[in-house]
T-cell receptor, first 117, second 115 residues
Framework: DTEVTQTPKHLVMGMTNKKSLKCEQH?????MYWYKQKAKKPPELMFV???????INESVPSRFSPECPNSSLLNLHLHALQPEDSALYLC????????????????FGPGTRLTVT | AQSVAQPEDQVNVAEGNPLTVKCTYS??????LFWYVQYPNRGLQFLLK??????LVKGSYGFEAEFNKSQTSFHLKKPSALVSDSALYFC?????????????FGSGTKLNVKP
């Protein structure tokens, strides 16, 4: 099973709202990722968790707050977003590290389409 | 730092004809290269990878890619295109020196297959 699930599929929120995006995988992957993607552009890395610890934060504004409660779950908490934050938010997972014998590709969820009004 | 480049924003091909989507890379160390496809409003779907070994790698849906070390290229190919192959294609490389869990994506190539 190479499935990454994300909820919700669509989210509309006002600039004063607080909401959360959720991601789950059961492939035993210990690296999990959040990306932001604008239309017809490549995914932009936001955060990486490795073994449930935040290992990369690509200078993301504090209105985005990631959380990794366990090895299968990844959340992205949203607060006081701006209209320019409207995008497709993608979760991905992979084996952590590049040791020999490991599958090295990422697997992506279907994304959450976020609209900030 | 690692990087990949996709020189074509768009590739147009007729159904039944062979297709090529180009990717060149710049890496320090061994190149771990990937191709992904994205249909509208969907996540990226893994197609194939080059890690080591044969320069021609085969992947999902009849796609293959040719790794060329001297030209630092990893072009995606398919012998006979289908209309359903129309999508956005991304080449990617994985970091192998420092942040091992970092992937770098090309700018993407929109493939249009016309009936």
């Amino acid at each position: 099973d190479t499935e990454v699930t994300q909820t919700p599929k669509h989210l509309v929120m006002g600039m004063t709202n607080k909401k959360s995006l959720k991601c789950e995988q059961h492939m035993g992957h210990r690296a999990m990722y959040w990306y932001k993607q604008k239309a017809k552009k490549p995914p932009e890395l936001m955060f990486v968790y490795s073994y449930e610890k935040l290992s990369i934060n690509e200078s993301v504004p504090s209105r985005f707050s990631p959380e990794c409660p366990n090895s299968s779950l990844l959340n992205l908490h949203l607060h006081a977003l701006q209209p320019e934050d409207s995008a497709l938010y993608l979760c991905a997972s992979s084996q952590a590290g590049i040791s020999e014998g490991k599958a090295l590709e990422q697997y992506f969820g279907p994304g959450t389409r976020l609209t900030v009004t | 730092a690692q990087s990949v480049a996709q020189p074509e924003d768009q590739v147009n091909v007729a159904e039944g004809n062979p297709l090529t989507v180009k990717c060149t890379y710049s890496v320090s160390g061994n190149p771990y290269l990937f191709w992904y496809v994205q249909y509208p409003n969907r996540g990226l779907q893994f197609l194939l990878k080059y890690i080591t070994g044969d320069n021609l790698v085969k992947g999902s849906y009849g796609f293959e890619a040719e790794f060329n070390k001297s030209q630092t290229s990893f072009h995606l190919k398919k012998p006979s295109a289908l209309v359903s192959d129309s999508a956005l294609y991304f080449c990617a490389v994985r970091e192998t020196r420092y942040n091992f869990n970092k992937f770098y994506f090309g700018s993407g190539t929109k493939l249009n297959v016309k009936p």
